[in-house]
């Protein structure tokens, strides 16, 4: 059973100063390191109420196991398939992140992209460096007046969208779900029917069954000849062998790419794929998200719902655990975390029976339910204690 002890946090992974400032600044112990070894962090989570990593740690089964303190866990980044979800659920961690934080950097990167393509900037830039100066405007367009079409209109999607009908261009955007268009954006019934009309297309997708190889050798030729193609999303939505040939062949006019199917696990100087040396081929290292801005901005959302949790029990945004809220009114206020079987609520509310519970919320999701539960009066450790040593009682705090 925890309560109300200095929170022991642990960062990894170079998360944006900002984070450890205010969750310093709640009072709590924060310790920083880069990286851990697997093991090393296996032994070091022991002690840890809250751990922060980002994309370069994974938080494996048996080292959720062995955080027998762990609480929270946050991830400092937008995705969070390093650490085992479910897992994690069981043992009742819900892990923060921050989906949007960096929603802007990409939107705003791929403005840039095509800025550059339209320009030949891909060209003209190796030629500079390579001692050649070569003024033309044959081939040379503005955005204004231009098509963009969106794969994926999405949070990203979306706000490329707006950036781009304020220059002027002509947005059309192709969805799974049905989306709120905005400006003077038409939807497409059919990728197909996207690829034929864009002279950009961008892809703003996940990584899902449906969107791996989206561009393939059977719908490249779709593309209108002359038109560019950019990828910020997930590597394998694109075949990149097939785009190669196709900037080779001249379909392509160009393309700009941020993310490939195979990428380092850190930085290297011999990386290869087959897009390097393509005609007017604009490539970045998956850096789409990654400004000063972003960081900033995830460090201090995540660090705000991890203080919202560890104070008040709220796990709004959580992507593994029941979503729950209790406005916090200043009484005496628990937070029950159990399995997800009948009756678990009604035993630990038993056990309250003498007490009057003056308000309380209760959120199940996959094998755990969460109660915050606030009490008339105060609670002593004995009653505590009870509802902890059910056997359906996976942990309870006092918030
Ligand atoms: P989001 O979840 O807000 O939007 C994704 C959209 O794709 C949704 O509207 C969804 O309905 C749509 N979608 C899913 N399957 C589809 C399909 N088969 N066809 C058409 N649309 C489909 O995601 P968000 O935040 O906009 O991110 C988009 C992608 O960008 C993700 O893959 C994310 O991992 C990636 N990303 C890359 C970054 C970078 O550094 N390059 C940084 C941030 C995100």
């Known amino acids: 059973m925890l309560n109300q002890h200095k929170k022991k946090i642990l960062l990894l992974n170079k998360i944006s100063s900002v984070a450890a400032n205010i969750l310093r600044n709640k009072g709590y112990d924060v310790e920083e390191i880069n990286q851990l070894t697997h093991d090393e962090l296996k032994e ?36 969070t398939d390093q650490t085992d979800l479910d897992c994690a659920n069981r043992l009742g961690i819900p892990v923060f992140n921050s989906p949007f934080e960096n929603t802007r950097s990409v939107a705003e990167l791929v403005i840039g992209y095509m800025i550059m393509l339209s320009r030949k900037v891909g060209d003209k830039n190796n030629e500079m460096h390579n001692g050649i100066w070569n ?31 304020n220059m002027g261009m002509n947005v059309i955007f192709y969805d799974i779900i049905p989306k709120l268009r905005y400006n003077n954006s038409k939807r497409m019934e059919s990728f197909n029917k996207l690829l034929k009309k864009s002279d950009f297309v961008t892809f703003h997708v996940p990584l899902t069954n449906y969107t791996k190889n989206m561009i393939n050798k059977d719908n490249i030729m779709m593309m209108k000849k002359g038109s560019y193609l950019i990828n910020a999303s997930r590597g394998k939505v694109i075949d990149i062998e097939v785009v190669s040939k196709a900037l080779k062949d001249g379909h392509l006019a160009g393309a700009a790419f941020d993310v490939y199917p195979e990428e380092p696990k850190k930085n290297t100087n011999s990386y290869i794929n087959c897009l390097q040396n393509c005609p007017n081929t604009v490539l970045t290292p998956h850096m789409g998200g990654s400004t000063e801005e972003a960081q900033i901005g995830i460090g201090t959302d995540v660090a705000n719902k991890i203080i919202n949790y560890i104070e008040c029990g709220t ?20 937070i029950n975390i159990h399995k997800n079987e009948p009756g678990s609520l009604q035993l630990i509310n038993d056990i309250l029976k003498d007490i009057n519970i003056s308000n309380q919320v209760l959120s199940t999701q996959k094998e755990i339910g969460v109660t915050i539960v606030e009490l008339d009066s105060n609670m002593d450790k004995e009653l505590l204690g009870k509802i902890q040593s059910l056997d359906c009682s996976i942990s309870t705090r006092i918030l």
């Open 315 to 334: 796990s709004l945004g959580s992507v593994n655990f029941p979503e729950i809220d209790l406005p916090v009114s200043g009484r005496t206020r628990f």
């Open 135 to 165: 003024k033309t405007s044959k081939n040379c367009y503005e955005l204004r007046e231009k098509t963009l079409g969106i794969v994926g209109y999405g949070s990203i999607g979306t706000q490329l969208s707006q950036l781009a009908s």
């Open 44 to 79: 070091k989570i022991k002690d840890i109420n809250v751990i922060g990593i980002r994309s370069k740690t994974s938080l494996t089964k048996d080292i959720l196991e062995n955080g027998k303190n762990l609480i929270a866990i946050g991830h400092f980044c937008i995705g």
